[in-house]
């Protein structure tokens, strides 16, 4: 198949791109580079810059031969949405509303969406089914929900075969594509800055939390287990799919289980062998005790389950990357 990855040149979607070219598909990628990097896009796929909310640009790059397109163009800073909304939901919900207009005049019916699990806010259990409800505590959140619910509509009212993927933290790499964001706000790459000297020490906000050791847990992904959960969304699609045309499906998609901050501290010193110094913080405001997905939906309809699930694994693969660069 040809497929549009809008996001390509991205830490996952950098990822998920290879993973399709190694499976015999011909890629384009759309990629303004304000996040991605252009030595993140394989060979062998054509890069097209630009923005995904101009209409322009989706002219030339959405055309009727392609036959699938992959979205995980987006603004993604939980902490940025809460202070600049308008930045989200102009890149977020209008540019996807751009895309799907483009997509439906070049006659594509097949679609997968790269959402999140931030569209649940605090949850009142876990792990989370696709069934909690959604109430999301960030505009970052709820611009991934609006989305969501503009595919719905959209598969019902013109035919579209879509599929929404949920997730929390994603880790680890492929090969040498890991992460590389600025700024950098994830847990485990910040870890790992300071265990390549890059910093002092890690601040740990919130050690009072109903947790087994204080601290907050979360659920991570590994990037190549997400990669292939768009392969699998990719096959779902389609007249002969698990989704048909004028179908939308979530998914949920979790490891399983979740990591404390303290188990990313202790892993990062277990691969690095360095100390990693901790700082002790105050709770972050809205950060929920306990953050994890259940994949039971996707394992049932798809078959898709997590291979690799160790966390001392996903840091090691990371920090790999570090190494490297």
């Known amino acids: 198949m040809r497929l549009l990855v809008t996001g390509g040149a991205g830490y996952i979607g950098s990822v998920v791109t290879t993973r399709l070219l190694d499976a015999g598909h011909e890629v384009v990628v759309l990629d303004d580079l304000s996040t991605g990097h252009r030595d993140a896009v394989p060979g062998a796929a054509t890069l097209q810059e630009g923005d995904v909310c101009d209409p322009d640009v989706l002219s030339r790059v959405v055309s009727a031969d392609l036959d699938d397109v992959v979205h995980l163009a987006a603004r993604s800073l939980v902490g940025e949405s809460v202070r600049h909304p308008e930045r989200y939901w102009s890149t977020n919900v209008c540019g996807t509303r751009a895309l799907l207009d483009a997509v439906r005049h070049a006659g594509i019916t097949r679609f997968v969406f790269s959402s999140s699990a931030a569209t649940y806010g605090e949850p009142e259990q876990v792990p ?18 609006a989305v969501d619910l503009m ?6 009212a013109h035919g579209l075969s879509a ?7 994603v880790a680890g790499a492929l090969g040498d594509l890991g992460e590389r964001h600025d700024p950098e706000t994830h847990l485990i790459p910040n870890v790992l800055r300071v265990a390549a000297g890059q910093g002092p020490a890690v601040t740990v906000f919130g050690t009072d939390y109903p947790t087994p050791d204080g601290t907050a847990v979360r659920d991570y ?9 768009h392969l699998l969304a990719l096959g779902a699609t389609g007249a002969c799919g698990r989704v048909g045309p004028g179908h939308h499906r979530v998914y949920n998609l979790g490891n399983g289980t ?7 501290v202790s892993a990062a010193r277990e691969v ?7 700082i002790e913080g105050p709770r972050r405001a809205g950060d929920p005790a306990v953050l994890v997905a259940s994949s039971r939906r996707i394992h049932e309809d798809l078959g898709w389950t997590p291979t690799r699930t160790r966390l001392v694994e996903m840091v090691a693969d990371a920090w790999r990357v570090v190494q490297n660069r």
């Not at 690095?272 to 901790?278: D, I, L, M, Q, S």
């Open 128 to 145: 989370i089914e696709e069934t909690a409800p959604t109430r999301p505590s960030s505009p970052y959140g709820a611009s991934k929900l």
């Open 151 to 156: 595919l719905g509509d959209e598969a019902r």
């Open 163 to 169: 599929v929404s993927l949920r997730y929390f933290n």
């Open 221 to 229: 992904l590994h990037v190549d287990d997400l990669a292939t959960a």
């Open 258 to 264: 979740g990591f404390s901050v303290r188990h990313v």
């Open 272 to 278: 690095t062998g360095h100390p990693v110094p901790v």
